[in-house]
């Protein structure tokens, strides 16, 4: 054989080595996850012959549910409640590609392939009967969820885009989680494909990003609501009381000739060079939070902003031991200079929640809620129980504890301090006839050519006993923001406080 045919001869041999090891990895390797892949046809087929599990609020009202049809694929999911308002929440599970939110962290106990159902699946094996997916039971309140939603949408200030979460501070149940603008999950769940394609795709290019969940999955600068941080680590160095006088006056500036200064947002705020702590936070005292800040130290305010759960890239909020639904962490920032000591510019403006300061709208709750409960920081949660098709319990939430931020003296502090705010400072309208309400208000600057964001963090209790707590962010809402966003955390604890029956 001459030397040419030869060389042939060894490529043409090599090339079918690789086509038989490709045929292997095909077959061997990769089977499992070409066969699961949710674009085979095949898995979409076999999959739309069982029906979906249904996903409800915690009153049982079913939010996400396949019913039947009379096409190739048997069963339709739909979003039959409110959808724009649970979306969020539900997320959806289109016929070609992936689920997201509830709809994906609860996958296979919705489709029926959970290892907690193969008893069902078993059972349908020897009676021949059909068998469905499991059922997914939420935290969440039907009134608290819809009322949340809808006062986002109609705010007084404008706002276009905003979240509002509501915990209960004893277990970290979620109980509302609304975002701004959102959308419908029926446009993109259809049995036409082209179709659901076409609404995925005008979704993903809309610039108001409504499948953005903003409670969750992005941050915020959270402006003076990060004075309740301030006032925790105050609180807990053992130097200060809410009667300790701090440094305040009209204007701060941290480093003299360093050409910053720091102004409170009103001249009748605070103009004295001495304020108590309590009326510092009633007041929304920049200069005094600025000074004190940098008094403390940034090592001291990122360490409790951390034992608060900044900086936590591990949270997720899907319930029991899912470690789907991750929240994004928030963050402080950096407070040091070059040489890697404290910055005090940078301290001041971090202490007043502005600068690298960013804050997710459910971390705001999670303060609010650990200052109502005592110190103790609970692991939020959506779902409160998994549920057969037969409606049995195979599994519950149980509550857990996240982080002990500060203690029960210091709580009772803070709480006394929030408490104020909403009785005689920025945060009245968030009043609620018959409860202690605490609170803290926020302006965050974003910038000169958009409007300030409105915050509002705060509590319900009846004596000393909490009932909920919330958080509101109104984006670029401009003036008058956190007073709406107060408005709304108001109306939020009575919807809850109705809910549970509670006068």
């Known amino acids: 054989m001459n030397a040419p045919l030869r060389r042939v001869g060894v490529v043409v041999i090599a090339l079918f080595a690789l086509l038989f090891v490709n045929l292997n990895y095909v077959q061997a390797y990769k089977a499992d996850a070409y066969r ?6 095949r898995v979409q087929l076999t999959e739309y012959e069982r029906q979906r599990g249904t996903i409800s609020t915690h009153e049982g009202i079913p939010i996400a549910q396949s019913v039947p049809t009379s096409d190739q694929l048997k069963y339709l999911r739909t979003y039959p409640l409110d959808p724009l308002a649970y979306a969020p929440i539900t997320g959806y599970k289109p016929v070609s590609g992936l689920a997201t939110n509830i709809e994906r962290a609860q996958d296979s106990f919705l489709s029926g392939n959970a290892d907690s159902l193969f008893t069902e699946r078993l059972r349908a094996m020897f009676t021949g009967a059909k068998t469905s997916g499991g059922n997914v039971q939420l935290t969440i309140l039907k009134s608290a969820q819809e009322k949340a939603y809808a006062d986002l949408v109609h705010n007084n200030s404008g706002a276009k885009n905003g979240a509002a979460v509501v915990l209960d501070p004893r277990s970290g149940a ?29 979704l993903q290019k809309d610039p108001a990003n409504p499948l953005l ?14 004075k309740v941080i ?7 160095s053992g130097e200060y009381t809410p009667q300790t006088e701090i440094q305040a006056g009209p204007d701060y500036t941290p480093v ?3 050409g910053f200064t720091i102004h409170n947002a009103v001249p009748s705020i605070c103009p004295d060079p001495q304020i108590t702590l309590i009326l510092a936070l009633t007041q929304s005292c920049n200069t005094g939070f600025a000074a004190l800040g940098v008094k403390l130290g940034g090592d001291k305010v990122k360490a409790m902003a951390q034992a608060f759960g900044f900086e936590d890239n591990g949270l997720t909020i899907a319930g029991s031991d899912n470690t789907a639904m991750r929240v994004v962490a928030s963050h402080t920032g950096a407070m040091t200079g070059d040489d890697g000591r404290d910055d005090p510019n940078k301290v001041a403006q971090s202490s007043i929640g502005q600068l690298d300061v960013r804050v997710t709208p459910l971390q705001g709750a999670m303060v609010a809620a650990a200052v109502a409960n005592n110190g103790t920081e609970m692991r939020p949660y959506l779902v409160d129980k998994l549920q057969a098709p037969d409606l049995t319990t195979t ?22 301090m929030m408490i104020s705010v909403v009785q005689n ?8 006839s018959g409860f202690d309400v605490g609170g803290k208000t926020g ?22 006993e909490p009932i909920c707590a919330v958080a509101v962010f109104l984006q670029n809402a401009g003036p008058g923001g956190s007073s709406e966003a107060a408005r709304i955390a108001g109306d939020l604890m009575k919807t809850v406080i109705t809910a549970r029956g509670l006068k």
């Open 36 to 41: 699961n892949d949710d674009h085979n046809a």
């Open 174 to 202: 979620i109980l509302a989680m609304a975002t701004t603008p959102s959308y419908d999950p029926n446009q993109i769940t259809g049995h036409d494909s082209d179709a659901a394609q076409a609404a995925f795709t005008r």
């Open 213 to 226: 969940d903003r409670a969750t999955q992005n941050t915020y600068p959270p402006g003076s609501t990060m």
């Open 230 to 236: 301030i006032s925790a680590a105050a609180l807990s």
């Open 256 to 258: 003299q000739g360093g």
């Open 395 to 416: 599994d519950v939430t149980q509550p857990r504890t996240l982080h002990q931020p500060i203690s029960s003296q210091v709580a009772g502090d803070l709480r006394t």
């Open 425 to 432: 400072g920025t945060g009245k309208k968030a009043q609620v």
């Open 443 to 464: 302006t965050a600057q974003n910038g000169e050519a958009a409007g300030d964001h409105g915050w509002f963090i705060g509590f319900a209790m009846k004596g000393n």
